[in-house]
């Protein structure tokens, strides 16, 4: 028997939700170029069609869970405009800032954003309609008791399998060596995924179409050492 009120379908969020006060043009951004671009988790159980998302046909979709300020994200959007992305940030600066790469390249044929918690999207998506999904720089969560807020692990591991395409890639990073162990850990033992790496240099170097973030910018002016894992989804 399941509990279908609201509570039940609301996965509880950690960290904060807004910064520094906006300024003018990226609160504008907010009230008029977010809604035609908002990806809302759907209330009728009816799930997420992806060929409805795009004015027109893209050939794959890609996922960023966490977007940050939304650098990644909208690179990727215009390196690929034949892709349609779909990126989730709760943090609502982080949300401007990607509004405003939107508006300066003129992104908004292939980005849909979720300004919320990336996992009633995730359950709404068909299964396997995912090509590829980035989980880069999320929040290490380093108290040992707040190991099960961390996103890589038991809770969605099963999320993003369902999802990804077979051959499909799941893109992680961090500069934390704690996030690191449990990622690595917890995605190599997940028995539908398949570590990529044959070589040190294979998670010490990032991959070819690799887009620094404003983040692992300053981690790396830190002294602290990015560590890039990509996993296959294996054939079902």
């Known amino acids: 028997m399941t509990d279908?009120?609201?509570?039940?379908?609301?996965p509880l969020l950690y960290g904060r939700r807004r910064g520094r006060p906006l300024r003018q043009h990226r609160s504008t951004l907010l009230e008029e170029l977010l809604p035609r671009l908002q990806l809302d988790p759907?209330?009728?159980?009816?799930g997420i069609n992806p060929a409805t998302l795009f004015p027109e046909p893209k050939r794959d979709l890609w996922f960023e869970v966490g977007f940050g300020g939304g650098e990644h994200l909208a690179q990727q959007a215009a390196a690929?405009?034949?892709?349609?992305?779909?990126?989730?940030?709760?943090?609502?600066?982080?949300?401007?800032?990607?509004?405003?790469?939107?508006?300066?390249?003129?992104?908004?044929?292939?980005?849909?954003?979720?300004?919320?918690?990336?996992?009633?999207?995730?359950?709404a998506l068909p299964e396997a309609s995912v090509g590829r999904v980035f989980v880069l720089f999320a929040d290490p969560w380093p108290k040992l008791r707040h190991a099960e807020r961390r996103f890589v692990g038991p809770a969605n591991l099963p999320r993003l399998a369902r999802v990804l395409k077979d051959g499909a890639e799941l893109r992680l990073a961090t500069d934390d060596p704690?996030?690191?162990?449990?990622?690595?850990?917890?995605?190599?033992?997940?028995?539908?995924?398949e570590w990529l790496a044959e070589k040190a240099a294979d998670w010490r170097g990032p991959p070819a179409d690799w887009v620094q973030t404003r983040y692992e910018q300053k981690a790396l002016e830190a002294g602290r050492v990015p560590v890039y894992l990509r996993f296959r989804r294996k054939t079902r």
């Open 80 to 123: 690929n405009p034949d892709i349609g992305f779909i990126g989730c940030e709760p943090f609502i600066n982080g949300v401007a800032n990607l509004l405003q790469h939107v508006e300066a390249r003129d992104l908004s044929g292939n980005i849909r954003i979720c300004p919320d918690d990336a996992r009633p999207i995730l359950d």
């Open 42 to 46: 759907p209330t009728d159980g009816a």
């Open 178 to 193: 704690r996030l690191c162990r449990w990622m690595l850990e917890h995605a190599w033992r997940y028995p539908e995924l």
């Open 4 to 10: 279908d009120s609201p509570a039940q379908h609301r």
